[in-house]
């Protein structure tokens, strides 16, 4: 039995395609279990790499079952059809970060702290439980219709049982990757997230990306340097200090996400 037939006799009508790739595909629909929306990942296990089957899909699917959090995509369940495809069933939303920046160029400072403040809750969850995303990036954070943060994508994500654990895996978008994983030397996880969240907020005020990431030794080098902020793009000394603060070159300078938390730009407004 097909895949569409599978999931029409359990209650899901398609409405669109959102996305596709190698070997999967994201549909919208409608359900009438969950009466709402869901977007439906079907991921094809004959066409997908060994490494993806074995390694990482396992891991995307422990870790969607143990997160429970408000800014965080949630996984509604698991369809498996003739043992060749698996129907990731989960919340739906309206647009993707990088698709409101297209829309509207860059996106105010106290609606991108907002809308940071909601990510960083999120990722502040996971690096707790120790859970490490590593692809942090604008088209992995989902807006909802009434501008809530969901977090998703967790195919590269991984838990660390030790804080001082290192990874050696390349994985993510260059653009949102720090220097220590563009060089291959191992790096801390958890700063890599702290690098990537950097680099979406700098996208969210300016609308554009910090680095041309064309040439990834070019982009090392570009790394290192003081990161410029366009005075077109209006951007108050306070919010520039911050971004520069998450992209520290050395990732022993860079913050923790519970330092930062604590960083003034963060504190301001608090009552």
């Given amino acids: 039995m097909s895949v569409n037939n599978v999931l029409k006799g359990m209650g899901y009508k398609f409405i669109a395609e959102i996305g596709e790739g190698s070997f999967s ?27 993806f089957v074995q390694k990482f899909l396992p891991r995307e699917l422990a870790i969607l079952r143990r997160v429970n959090h408000e800014h965080i995509v949630q996984m509604h369940e698991l369809i498996e059809v003739a043992g060749k ?44 439980m120790d859970i490490i995303h590593r692809d942090l990036k604008c088209e992995n954070i989902l807006l909802t ?8 994508d967790f195919g590269f994500a991984r838990c660390v049982q030790d804080p ?38 700098y996208v969210m005020v300016t609308g554009s990306m910090p680095y041309d990431d064309t040439n990834l030794r070019r982009l090392h080098r570009l790394q290192r340097k003081s ?16 971004v520069r603060t998450l992209l520290q070159f050395n990732p ?8 930062v938390a604590e960083h003034p730009w963060m504190q301001k407004g608090k009552s």
């Fill in 252 to 259: 022993s300078a860079r913050p923790t996400i519970q330092q």
């Fill in 85 to 128: 495809r698996l129907c990731i069933v989960m919340e739906a939303a309206a647009k993707d970060l990088l698709q409101k920046i297209h829309e509207v160029k860059r996106i105010p400072e106290d609606q991108s702290k907002n809308l940071f403040s909601q990510m960083f809750s999120a990722i502040n969850y996971l690096h707790q």
């Fill in 25 to 51: 595909q994201v549909k919208l629909a409608t359900s009438q279990k969950h009466h709402c929306n869901v977007a439906i990942k079907i991921v094809d296990r004959v066409k997908a790499p060994k490494d």
């Fill in 164 to 201: 001082s654990e290192l990874s050696q895996t390349f994985c993510g978008s260059a653009a949102y990757t720090p220097p220590e994983v563009i060089m291959g030397t191992p790096y801390d996880p958890k700063k890599y997230d702290v690098w990537s969240l950097g680099v979406i907020l």
């Fill in 145 to 152: 219709a009434e501008e809530q943060v969901k977090i998703t």
């Fill in 227 to 242: 990161l410029v902020f366009s005075d077109d793009a209006g951007v108050q000394e306070p919010c520039q200090v911050f």
